[in-house]
């Protein structure tokens, strides 16, 4: 990315962000730790270019770790990564790139940019595979008029023998993968002893409200959740609810029961916002499929499915596209069920 500015003239100056205490070799495959920090170093070097590292320990913190651990323990199902994007790089980060004299801000995310008629727009990648506008729907149009995305128009492979042309360490890099400060991707175990003091045991029910089991914590699960549920019926079952103030876990054996008609959001970010009859699409989750819909009036609204989608979760992002453009994204924070149990329909 910075050689890619650097051949198209720009003066480029490096910038890490040192996020927390991640031991070198720790977390392989993951971001943001000292292993990153070195190779950007060593990359800036290669590139003659001057380098920061930013402690941004304090702000990632409160900004992500603590969401992540709030958001789980509501019994929805946080995207640190967005936060990280939304609060983090776009703000923080952004800012103290100006104090040193930037005029931008520029990243390795796989997004475009183009002027748009209410200011800058956010379009979808020339890669679909790659494509990373999901986690980016919190970035205002301010930020995004002083942000650059060199690799939006190039493939993974195209990147890759670039930075092989150029002599750069990460040519052939693993990708990050998963949540940073999170080595073993269990998250349970991370909650449990972030927040000591929570005691998220409970039951196990069926859509009935019959008790199958017990388990150890009611955040360590996830709507649509298959596998480690702690009890076996014979045949699959999914998680259909995470209840946090009863600390039930509910699940069921019964997929159509995961299907939902469409979802209710709020404190959205909008490019060019619908009108209520216009037909758009709706992505829920990074990868997922979008689903045509149409968007609610209001600051808190809903958002109706042309065609049911599963497993829609509280506390995710709810982005909305119309082809490449990117018009706008919001929190999911209440689905809405194709075929309500007798449990959601008293409740």
């Known amino acids: 990315m910075a050689g890619l500015l650097l051949e198209q003239g720009h003066e480029v100056i490096g910038v890490h962000m040192k996020l927390h205490d991640a031991a070198p070799g720790t977390i392989p495959g993951h971001c943001c730790g000292l292993d990153d920090a070195l190779d950007a170093r060593r990359v800036a070097d290669t590139l003659g270019i001057p380098f920061y590292v930013m402690n941004l320990r304090n702000a990632f913190q409160k900004a992500v770790m603590d969401n992540l651990a709030d958001t789980y323990l509501r019994g929805a199902t946080p995207n640190p990564c ?13 800012a103290r790139a100006k104090a040193l004299g930037a005029s931008h801000l520029a990243t390795g995310h796989y997004a475009r940019i183009t002027d748009g008629n209410n200011g800058p727009q956010l379009r979808t990648a020339v890669d679909d595979a790659k494509d990373q506008t999901y986690f980016l729907f919190p970035v205002t149009a301010e930020a995004l008029g002083q942000t650059m ?20 360490i990460t040519a052939s890099k693993a990708e990050s993968q998963e949540i940073c400060f999170i080595p073993d991707d269990d998250h349970g175990r991370f909650i449990s002893d972030y927040r000591p003091e929570v005691d998220g045991s409970g039951d196990i029910v069926d859509e009935t409200g019959a008790v199958l089991g017990r388990h150890d914590g009611y955040f360590k699960y996830t709507i649509g959740q298959r596998r480690g549920l702690g009890v076996a019926l014979g045949r699959p079952a999914y ?31 909008w490019y060019d916002r619908p009108d209520p009859d216009e037909v758009v699409e709706v992505r829920i989750r990074h990868r997922g499929r979008r689903v045509p819909c149409r968007i609610g009036a209001g600051d808190v609204f809903e958002v109706d499915f042309l065609e049911p989608e599963r497993a829609v979760a509280p506390g995710q992002a709810a982005v909305f596209y119309s082809g490449d453009r990117v018009l706008g994204g919001a929190w999911i924070r209440r ?6 149990t007798p449990m959601q329909v008293s409740a």
Not at 82 to 94: M, P, R, T, Y
Not at 250 to 265: E, K, Q
């Open 82 to 94: 967005i936060q990280c994007n939304g609060v983090l790089k776009f703000k923080v980060l952004l």
């Open 239 to 269: 998680v259909l609810r995470v209840e946090a103030d009863t600390r039930r876990v509910v699940i069921t054996t019964g997929v159509s029961l995961l299907d939902h008609i469409g979802l209710r959001a709020g404190s959205a970010n």
């Open 335 to 340: 689905a809405i069920a194709a075929n309500p």
């Open 149 to 168: 995305f060199p690799l939006g128009g190039l493939s993974k492979p195209e990147v890759r023998e670039i930075a092989s042309r150029m002599g750069l």
